[in-house]
């Protein structure tokens, strides 16, 4: 009866541990700020609207939201050697950005993590930034103009680079 329990005991923890294995690999391993989370989804839903797949259980781009040096960008992409990939936005801007704002700068830093772009500075005729991937946020080369009459065209351009 003895043997017979810890047999028992044996195979639930090795169950247990072959449960804990094959969760690896799941979105759930994938940790992403809430706020930014419905973005990483809207994104998601772009691009399969444009025929792109968007699975992040297997990109594993993790989304976090950080003081950022003043010096430095309002985001950023980090890829690591195993394929992982993090954006880190700033949080201050992020606090003060709407809607529209927080999608343009998760879709560009997006634009780098997962479509692996760099950046596009060129501009229309009245000065517009012509890509969501324009080097810097209201002060570069071009105007950051991205609204919601815009926005479509913006992200087609973005998933056809
Ligand atoms: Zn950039």
């Known amino acids: 009866m003895k043997l017979l329990s810890s047999i028992f005991r044996i195979t639930f923890s090795f169950l247990f541990m072959i449960l804990l294995v094959s969760s690896c690999g799941s979105e759930e391993d994938v940790e992403i700020n809430e706020e930014m989370a419905p973005y990483f989804e809207t994104f998601k839903e772009e691009a399969a609207k444009r025929g792109i797949i968007f699975d992040n259980s297997i990109e594993k781009i993790e989304g976090f939201l950080e003081f950022l040096p003043k010096e430095s960008n309002l985001g950023v992409c980090k890829s690591y050697t195993d394929g992982s990939s993090e954006i880190i936005i700033d949080k201050p801007y ?19 993590c997962f479509l692996n772009l760099g950046h596009d500075d060129s501009k229309d ?37």
């Open 125 to 161: 005729d009245n000065g517009d930034c012509v890509s969501i991937m324009a080097s810097t946020i209201g002060g570069g080369d071009c105007l950051t103009n991205y609204n919601q009459f815009n926005r479509d065209s913006l992200i087609t351009e973005l998933f056809s680079k």
């Open 94 to 112: 992020w606090r003060v950005s709407t809607n529209l704002q927080r999608e343009h700068i998760m879709f560009h830093e997006l634009g780098h």
